[in-house]
């Protein structure tokens, strides 16, 4: 990794930008995510991503979006590693019917359409979940109500493809020696599957979760951009980005309120490719 030009670039590309995100608005004034007088001024000292059509900071915006955007796709990730890990570690190491059984779970799943999936989950669930949040006083769960069933439903849909890889590796590794003498030693199942079998698939793991976080940060994005999403007066890149794509017109364009967000998603999205790419060629044992 260290010998990579590529990867330590994109490492400091991330951590710049998701060090921007948390720790500078923290620094800003609020006022400035609130409407004002200066409608879609141009970029300025003062406004160096110029303003929106509510007078607001756009630089503000995107640092406070980038927030919504990081989130989800680091917790939707989350989410879909440890459901895809734990499917595919079972359905690997038991093999036969039950192997056949959950790998068709996995096929069925595959054939779901994912905007139908996560419309009905918002639809059914979002008013419930306000309702018990209001309940036991969580009024934080309340305002993000949306973003938490986005992180569930993204991550539910993405830990299919995870579990087909971390099952085709157990199917290589239960055959192995140190599974044998395992079983020979008497250790349990369960003791096998965490103490053998996963710090095996740390590197393969730890490779698909840097390229998973960029799917679901573009499944969130392109759901804002389409109003199904993150709703106002919350923010992510996506939803910015409709904002952006609404105010370009063939009399006027405020540019500004596209470029800026696509920039700041662009920058994010190629660095943790380059990075999981680069792990992964740091993990390949034949290279």
Not at 1 to 26: E, H, K, Q
Not at 38 to 53: R, S, V
Not at 229 to 234: D, K, V
Not at 276 to 281: E, H, I, S
Request: with cysteine; glycine share 10%.
């Amino acid at each position: 990794m260290l010998r990579n030009p590529s990867a330590l670039v994109s490492a400091g590309i991330l951590a710049a930008v998701v060090l921007a995100c948390i720790v500078w608005p923290v620094f800003l004034p609020a006022s400035l995510g609130e409407p004002g007088p200066n409608q879609y001024a141009p970029p300025t000292w003062e406004h160096p991503f110029g303003t929106d059509l509510n007078g607001r900071d756009q630089f503000y915006r995107v640092l406070v979006g980038g927030r919504v955007s990081l989130l989800v796709g680091l917790c939707g990730a989350g989410v879909s590693l440890f459901i895809g890990t734990a499917w595919g570690l079972v359905a690997g190491y038991a093999g036969g019917r039950t192997d056949a059984w959950m790998m068709r779970v996995v096929d069925v799943l595959y054939s779901v359409p994912r905007l139908i999936f996560i419309l009905i989950a918002i639809n059914a669930f979002n008013s419930q979940l306000q309702g018990w949040a209001s309940g036991i006083g969580w009024d934080w769960l309340v305002r993000s109500s949306r973003i938490a069933i986005l992180i569930v439903t993204l991550g539910v849909i993405e830990w299919l493809t995870m579990a087909r890889i971390v099952r085709g590796q157990v199917l290589s590794l239960k055959s192995r020696q140190f599974v044998a003498a395992a079983k020979v030693l008497g250790q349990s199942h369960v003791a096998i599957l965490l103490r053998h079998l996963l710090p095996n698939l740390g590197g393969v793991i730890l490779v698909y979760l840097t390229l998973t976080i960029p799917a679901v940060i573009i499944d969130e994005s392109f759901l804002s951009f389409l109003g199904l999403g993150i709703q106002a007066p919350q923010a992510s890149w996506g939803s910015l980005l409709a904002d952006g794509a609404g105010a370009i017109n063939p009399l006027k364009s405020f540019w500004w309120l596209l470029v800026f967000p696509a920039a700041c998603m662009s920058l994010s999205l190629l660095a943790l490719n380059f990075l999981g790419d680069a792990l992964r060629d740091a993990f390949d044992p034949r290279d």
